[in-house]
T-cell receptor
Framework: AQSVTQLDSQVPVFEEAPVELRCNYS??????LFWYVQYPNQGLQLLLK??????LVESINGFEAEFNKSQTSFHLRKPSVHISDTAEYFC??????????FGAGTRLFVKA | GAGVSQSPRYKVAKRGQDVALRCDPI?????LFWYQQALGQGPEFLTY????????KSGLPSDRFFAERPEGSVSTLKIQRTQQEDSAVYLC????FGVGGQGPGDTEAFFGQGTRLTVV
């Protein structure tokens, strides 16, 4: 069975500082990996995804994540965060079927 | 509509009461998912529809939970004899799987804002 572990429940960071949100997964088969973001009072939105090919994937708002198969990780990074990045971030894994397994989420809090 | 719409946004039910939660997916989306999100947790899969067919209901926690999508568009999640442990946010998502040969696993799912159910 697949599982996803997000190692940090909350990450406080100052504006313009770099941030890394950690995600590890377990699976015995090939996976698709996702990061979703949930802004206050909004639904989950896809931030970026890894399906195949290049292990480094990027979003339109400056986030990136790297698939590391040997470490079974898919950490999310941004070199300089903004106040508007304050949200909850969910890492998720799918093996091609109907179920997507989500982590418990990491709340990113960007301080001025 | 432009996105996935869920109603009601908030529901307070007395223990033992039946509830029905509605999901209007994005028009034309073949796939529809229901998830349950407990406080402080990530979404957990409940069930999956492809058009009107319920292809996976392995995540439904008990036989008190029932979902339907009779015409392949709007879906309803019904919970009978609600219990306090049913308190959670229920999320609906839809995706265009079925178009262009994409599988359900790699196709972006669009989520609604959810229905927050509180059982008192």
């Amino acid at each position: 069975a697949q599982s996803v572990t997000q190692l940090d429940s909350q990450v406080p960071v100052f504006e313009e500082a770099p941030v890394e949100l950690r995600c590890n997964y377990s699976s015995s088969v090939s996976v698709y990996l996702f990061w979703y973001v949930q802004y206050p009072n909004q639904g989950l939105q896809l931030l970026l995804k890894y399906l195949s090919g290049s292990t480094l994937v990027e979003s339109i708002n400056g986030f990136e994540a790297e698939f590391n198969k040997s470490q079974t990780s898919f950490h999310l990074r941004k070199p300089s965060v903004h106040i508007s990045d304050t949200a909850e971030y969910f890492c998720a894994v799918n093996t091609g079927g109907f179920k997507t397994i989500f982590g418990a989420g990491t709340r990113l809090f960007v301080k001025a | 509509g432009a996105g996935v719409s869920q109603s009601p946004r908030y529901k307070v039910a007395k223990r033992g009461q039946d509830v029905a939660l509605r999901c209007d997916p994005i028009s034309g989306h073949v796939s529809l998912f229901w998830y349950q999100q407990a406080l402080g947790q990530g979404p957990e899969f409940l069930t999956y529809f492809q058009n009107e067919a319920q292809l996976d209901k392995s995540g439904l926690p008990s036989d008190r939970f029932f979902a339907e999508r009779p015409e392949g568009s709007v879906s309803t999640l019904k919970i009978q004899r609600t219990q306090q442990e049913d308190s959670a946010v229920y999320l609906c998502a839809s995706s265009s799987f079925g178009v262009g040969g994409q599988g359900p696993g790699d196709t972006e799912a669009f989520f609604g804002q959810g229905t927050r159910l509180t059982v008192v």
